[in-house]
């Protein structure tokens, strides 16, 4: 795997100056990394120059061993293409032309001959229908989609448009990918090859797939049980129902998965498996920021009644557990607290409460050694001349101070378009949840985290 996400040298087979084409969107995303070390071909028959640098009529012209050759010529050509790369002496091929065993039988066809042509010469193959790769790390964006942010998520996906799709949400979310890989039709490359190369990988610290379809089941979840004890892994399965399994058969030209077999096995792999996308991405959240706690009772401090109740009910779902609170942290919070509120969990400070109660509740709470998770509830007051984010900067002052040694859940009830907030976090790099079912879920990922390690 080490060439496709660390090539020295990359040829765009395809290249074009006509910004409709996916071959010139690949070779803008390369080049926008000026101090990209991985020396860059043009190969295209319609062009002797794009972006000034020289184009080349044939991989063959080309001066210089090619570790990596993105090929986005039409289906019908790519098996010429294909002739010449191993004539080349390519090492590793990404096709990201469509038009193959999604389509029809002679499509499949076509896969099988490519296939074993590059197995016969040791060429490993990713794709066809496929988006390309990304080695945030090195600037390398090889794909005609959008970079993702850098982080340390490394994603595979069988559909490339999910992972143009999660970039977006991981932007709003102050999230990033170390690394990414669309396999589209599986041709060669599976998931299980790129797991493996994940689970070495110092960056990718973080784990997340997006599957259809998986042949090699057996195989897969054997690597996953290998791997889930040192990194999370997080798996969302699309192609659910009797529709889903229709459309993913259709998309990537593959058999969809029992949903039911494969759910029960993930599980007993000690991967997260979520059920919708939503949740896939509070999955990331959750693990990008938080520790995993050292036990599972939760203290709840709030300044609006709906929201912790909203969060108990969802608590209660997910078999989550609230803390009793000790006399000791009584004695403490009582005097930052006025004569109204009522000392129990979840502690409701009412209204009034500002920045100065968040801090020194949400501080009590993180040292009380009978609390292992804070969930720091919050309607933002439009009363009061409060400020959007006076409360969350209070709450992650207290998780500073103690060294963000247990998880918060910084639930701010609908806060989604609070600017102020969002930058705040963002510089903090701290976690904002946006829902009661999103805080609980959060918590109920990190148990289940805690749970396996234990």
Sequence with gaps: MHNFFFPKSIAVIGATANPRKFGNAVTINILKNKNLESELFLVTQKSTEILGLKCYKSILEVPKDVDLAIILVPAKAVDGVIDQCIEKQVKRIIIVTAGFGEINQEGKKAEKRIAEKCAKVGIRVMGPNCVGIQNLDIGLNASFIQAAPPGIISMISQSGSFGCASFYAMERENLGCSKFANIGNKVDISFVEVLEFFREDPNSRIICIYMETIEDGREFLKSL???????????LKGGRTSSGMKAASSHTGSIATNYRMLKTSIKQAGAM???????????????????????????????????????????????????EFSDTLKERISPHLISLVKIENPLDMIGVAGEEQYYEITKAMLEDSEIDIVVPCLV???????????????????????????????????????????????????????????????????????????
């Design 225 to 235: 049980k290998f791997i889930v004890p040192i990194k999370p892994v997080i798996v």
């Design 380 to 454: 933002v007051p439009p009363f009061l001349e409060m400020k959007s984010d006076e409360h969350y900067r209070g709450i992650i002052k207290a998780w500073n101070e103690t060294g963000r040694l247990k998880p918060i859940i910084p639930l701010i009830f609908f806060g989604e378009d609070f600017e102020d907030l969002k930058k705040f976090a963002k510089k903090e790099k701290a976690p904002i949840f946006y829902t009661p079912y999103e805080a609980a879920y959060a918590i109920k990922m990190l148990v289940e985290r805690l749970k396996l390690k234990n």
């Design 273 to 323: 498996l979520c059920e919708n996308a939503s949740d896939f991405i509070t999955a990331l959240k959750t693990f990008s920021f938080l520790p995993v706690p050292k036990g599972e009772k939760i203290g709840v401090l709030t300044n609006s009644g709906g929201s912790s109740v909203l969060f108990s009910d969802k608590a209660e779902e997910f078999n989550l557990k609230l803390a």
